[in-house]
Each structure stands twice: as structure tokens, then as C-alpha cells.
């Protein structure tokens, strides 16, 4: 069973991120109008470090010269986005309905113009549709919103047995009840690999009782900071695109 992640995984939505938390930001400040339409090289050195969605809109304000200094972002990225949030006045909650709405907004008003924000990673989507054609399982496991997440699969024809959006719970805590899931079935004795693109996250999933042993696998073509792929945890393998061309039994 593979579970993989979607953003910088399976899809490069890069200029889609932008496209939506310039969107939201300028709908919040007016005096973010000036934003530009083409993709900041601040706002992509940044998205590595993005847990969820609701982050992007206070980078994209960082960008307008509304948030904290850029240098707090790199010495503690946390701090500098709740510091960020309390001196915008936004509220996580607001921002995750905003970026919902205004894709939302974009699939109705003209859907082919937002997918085409999006761009599937080639040698990703020949290795699901090989493990679709082979019988072999897989799923997704994301912070974005099952529903964006399933309209984009479809439209590359992508079909996962299940699809857990961020309505779901964080990836630990989903990983944890389907390890939990699969111990008490017939699947047990299949090996189970997470592929995931965000260091951190795996960091936290190595922590995760239960989780012991489950795979974990750095995405190497994904959105990765510069030091990501070095001295990782004897429990990370990286993965390299050439890999996937082998069985999923091959695989580290």
C-alpha cells in the first residue's frame, strides 16, 4: 500500500498557491492590490515550510510588506506567521473558509482556467496509473481540502481507493487509524509506505506511536528547503523519480 501526499508530490500547484493567497490577501487588505500576478521568488523559497493552506495568504501579505520582517520568517517560520496573524487581525479559521471560497469561486466561474493552474508531476501520475492497471492499492493523504483534492485527480485520471483531506485530521493521527485499521484486517502483512514531500512532516510521523512500521519516503522532486534531503533519520529513505519506475515492493 502506498499512501502519498498531493501537493509537490503528485501535483505542482505552485502557481495556483500563489494565484489563491494573492486572491485572499487582496480580498482582506486592499492595500495589497499591488501584489504581483506572476509567481514571487519569496513566496516559492517559503512554500516548503507551509503546513496548511491558511499560511499561504499571510506569505502572500509578507510579499506586499504587511507581515513581519522576512528575516523572522527564516530564523523561526512559526513565530513569524502567529506573530504575522496578530498584527494582520486574521484568524486561521477565516483564512482556510476565504481559500476555500475563492476556488471555489474559480471552478464555477471557469474550472479548465484553475486546472490548468495546476501541473501533474509526469513521472508521478505513470506510476499511478501503472499501479491502477497493475490492481495495486493507493491513496492520498493532504492538508487541502478533500474536495479540490478529488477534482484534480479526476481530471488527470488518477483514481486512489481514498482520498483524506485535511477535514480528516493531521497525517500522524490519520496514519495512526489506518495502521490501526489495517492491523486488525487481512492486509497486515503488506507493507505500508507514506511518501511525503515535507521533512517535518515525516519527522512527526517518526514520532507517532504506532506508526513504527510504516515506511517513510522523502519525495526528492518535491517542494524541498535546500538541507531537506541531507542526513535524514535511519527510518527516511529518499525517494528518487527513478525509483518509481520499479515495483512497489522495490521500493526503500
Known sequence: MLITDF????????????????????????????????????????RPRVLAGWEMPVLAALVGGEALPEASFHENYGTALQGSLALLGWKQAELTHLLDQVRQEAIVSDRQRWLARHQVFPWMQECLWRFQQEGVPWQVLTTKSAQFTEELLRAHGLEPVAVHGREAGSKPAVLAGLL????????????????????????EVLRTPGLEDLSCLLASWGYLLPKDSENLPKRIALLNRETLALPLDDWP
Open 7 to 46: 501537493d509537490g508530490v503528485v501535483i505542482d500547484g505552485m502557481a495556483e498557491y500563489w494565484w489563491a493567497a494573492r486572491s485572499c490577501a487582496q480580498r482582506l487588505l486592499p492595500s495589497l492590490a499591488s501584489l504581483p500576478e506572476a509567481l514571487p521568488p519569496l513566496f516559492a523559497a517559503l
Open 180 to 203: 490501526s485499521e489495517r492491523a486488525e484486517g487481512r492486509a497486515n502483512s503488506i507493507p505500508w509506505r507514506f511518501l511525503e514531500d515535507r521533512r517535518l512532516t515525516l519527522e
